[in-house]
C-alpha cells in the first residue's frame, strides 16, 4: 500500500500545555499556507470534559493572538477542522468507544495519531488501535518524547508499541529535527564542496555543542525533576545534534539512508564510565543568581524540595571511528545559563606552519560556528591582515564571513519546527523523526554516565543562575587546551 495524506489527524493531549503552545499554532501555519490536505479532519481527544463547540473556543483564543489581520479566513477553515471527543485512557471501555468511533467514521485516506500524553499511555493507546482495527499501513503514529526514563523504559514502551504497528509506521518526534536551521546544517555539509574534504580529524581540532537555556523549570516541575538535563535534552536534542554534525554522508535524504548513519554515530560514540566519569563528564545544578539583571531564585527554591536533579550538564566524548579518532566533542547543555542559545562551533586545526614571525601569537586557528538560535547565523572566521603599512611584520586579526539566514532570505517566515514535522507525518515522510534503534541507542550511552554518577554517589555541582555552569566543566576544556566558546 502507498502512502497518501493523511485524511484525519487525532491528537490525544489536545487540551495540553504542547497543544496550546505548538501544536494548534503549527496547524495554523500550515493551513494559512494552504497546506494542509483539503479533507484533513483534526479530532482532538484529551481527559477534559469538553464538547466541540468549547474545545473550538479554546482553540480560537489560543490562535487569535497568532493571526495577522488577513488571517481571518485561514482561521475559520482550521477551527472548521476542529472536532473533540473526551477520553479516558485509564478505563478500556472509553478508549475503546473512541477508537471505534474512530475507526467507523476513517474513510479512505491514511489516519495520522499524534500521541502527546505521558509516554506510560503509548502502548495502551496503540494497541486499542489494533484492537478495533485500526493498525493497517495507512495508520501512522507519531510518538512525542521522552520515550522511556532509561533503555529498560524505552524498550518496554517501544516494544509495547511494535507490537501494534511496524516500525515504519512509528513516527517518533524530536522537535529540533524540525527545525530549519538544524536541517540547514544537513544542507551545509552535504549540498557545498569546501567543507566535506576537511570535515574529519586532519583538519578538525575539537567540536563543541552547546544548547543554552535562561528559563528555569518553568510549569513542569513535577516533569523536570524526574528527568533532569541528562534525559530532558542530552538523550534526544543534544546527541541528535552531534549525529547530524558527525555522520557521514547519507546516500539521500530518505529515511532509512540518514537514520542508518545517525545510528553510526551513537554506536561509535565512546562511553564515559569508569575513571574517565570525573574527567569527562560533569553536573550541576543552578542555585540563586541573576540574569539579564533580574534576580531568579535557585532550583531547589523554585521546585521547594531538596533535589539532587542535574540542570546542567558537560560531556567530553569520542567518537571512535577513523573520521573523528582524536577529536573532543565537547556537549553541554543547562538551564539558567547566562542566554540563550544553541550552536555548534567547529574549530579547525592551526596551519602548521606560520610564515608571519612576528605575528604567530595572533594567530587563531579557523573555526565554523553554526548557530541555531536565538537566530540562525553561520560564521566562518577566518584571519586576515590588518590593513596598515607595517614596518614590524604583518599583523593579523580574526574576521568573519557572515551569513545571516534572516537577512538572507528575508522572504521566507520562521516556521515552528511542528510545522514540518507535521506537514511531514501527515504525507508519511519518516527522515526528520527518530527510530527505535536510535533511541535506543542513545538510552545506552546516557544510561552509563547516569549509572556511574549514581554508583559513584557524584552529586551535582552548583553553580550561580547566569553562569555558564560549574568551574570543574571549564577545567574539563582547560585540561586539554581547548576552552568553551562564549
Ligand atoms: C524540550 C525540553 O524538549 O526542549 C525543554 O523538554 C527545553 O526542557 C526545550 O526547554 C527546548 O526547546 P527549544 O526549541 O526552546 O530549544
Not at 518496554?156 to 518526534?173: K, T
Not at 537514520?259 to 565512546?270: A, G
Amino acid at each position: 500500500m502507498t502512502t497518501r495524506p493523511a485524511n484525519l489527524l487525532v491528537i490525544f493531549g489536545a487540551t495540553g500545555d504542547l497543544a496550546q503552545r505548538m501544536l494548534l499554532p503549527s496547524l495554523f501555519g500550515l493551513e494559512r499556507d494552504r497546506l494542509l490536505p483539503e479533507a484533513l479532519k483534526v479530532l482532538g481527544c484529551a481527559r477534559s470534559e469538553l464538547d466541540t463547540e468549547a474545545f473550538v473556543q479554546q482553540a480560537r483564543e489560543t490562535l487569535e493572538p497568532h493571526a495577522g489581520a488577513d488571517d481571518g479566513d485561514a482561521l475559520d477553515r482550521l477551527l472548521g477542522r476542529l472536532e473533540y471527543r473526551p477520553v479516558d485512557l485509564a478505563a478500556k471501555t472509553s478508549t475503546g468507544k473512541l477508537v471505534r468511533e474512530i475507526k467507523r467514521r476513517r474513510n479512505d485516506g491514511d489516519v495520522l495519531f499524534h500521541l502527546s500524553t505521558a509516554p506510560r499511555w503509548y502502548p495502551t493507546i496503540c494497541s486499542a488501535l489494533a484492537e478495533a482495527g485500526l493498525d493497517d499501513p495507512g495508520t501512522r503514529v507519531m510518538l512525542e518524547k521522552p520515550i522511556g526514563h532509561d533503555l529498560q523504559s524505552s524498550t518496554e514502551i517501544n516494544e509495547g508499541v511494535g507490537q501494534a504497528f511496524a516500525e515504519d509506521q512509528v513516527y517518533r518526534v524530536d522537535h529540533y529535527l524540525g527545525k530549519d536551521g538544524v536541517q540547514n546544517l544537513l544542507a551545509l555539509r552535504f549540498s557545498n564542496a569546501l567543507f566535506e574534504p576537511i570535515w574529519n580529524a586532519r583538519h578538525i581540532e575539537q567540536v563543541q555543542i552547546t544548547v543554552a537555556e535562561t528559563v528555569g523549570l518553568e510549569e513542569r516541575a513535577g516533569y523536570y525533576d524526574e528527568y533532569g538535563a541528562m534525559r530532558d535534552m542530552v538523550q534526544n536534542h543534544m546527541l541528535q545534534l552531534l549525529c547530524l554534525t558527525a555522520m557521514e554522508p547519507p546516500s539521500r535524504f530518505k529515511p532509512t539512508a540518514v537514520r542508518n548513519e545517525k545510528l553510526k554515530v551513537l554506536n561509535s560514540l565512546r562511553p564515559i564510565s569508569g575513571s574517565d566519569l570525573e574527567a569527562n563528564s560533569v553536573a550541576g545544578q543552578y542555585t540563586t543568581g541573576a540574569i539579564d539583571g533580574k534576580t531568579v531564585p535557585g532550583y531547589l527554591e523554585e521546585l521547594g524540595s531538596d533535589s539532587s536533579t542535574e540542570t546542567f550538564v558537560a560531556l567530553r566524548t569520542h567518537i571512535d571511528n577513523w573520521r573523528w579518532s582524536g577529536v573532543p566533542f565537547y556537549l553541554r547543555t543547562g538551564k539558567r545559563l547566562p542566554r540563550r542559545v544553541t550552536e555548534i562551533y567547529i574549530q579547525f586545526r592551526q596551519v602548521p606552519h606560520s610564515i608571519f614571525s612576528g605575528a604567530a601569537g595572533s594567530l587563531k586557528p579557523n573555526s565554523l560556528i553554526i548557530r541555531l538560535q536565538p537566530e540562525e547565523h553561520i560564521s566562518l572566521c577566518l584571519m586576515n591582515k590588518k590593513p596598515g603599512l607595517d614596518r614590524n611584520g604583518v599583523h593579523l586579526s580574526q574576521v568573519a564571513l557572515d551569513l545571516d539566514r534572516h537577512s538572507a532570505f528575508d522572504q521566507e517566515n520562521r516556521r515552528i519546527a511542528y510545522e514540518r514535522l507535521y506537514l511531514d507525518a501527515i504525507e508519511g515522510n519518516g527522515t526528520l523523526f527518530v527510530r527505535r534503534d536510535e533511541v535506543e541507542a542513545a538510552w545506552s550511552w546516557v544510561d552509563t554516565i547516569l549509572e556511574g554518577w549514581h554508583t559513584r554517589e557524584l552529586a551535582p555541582k552548583q553553580y550561580q543562575a547566569g553562569t555558564w555552569g560549574p568551574s570543574s566543566a571549564v577545567a574539563m576544556t582547560e585540561r586539554h587546551g581547548h576552552s568553551w566558546r562564549e
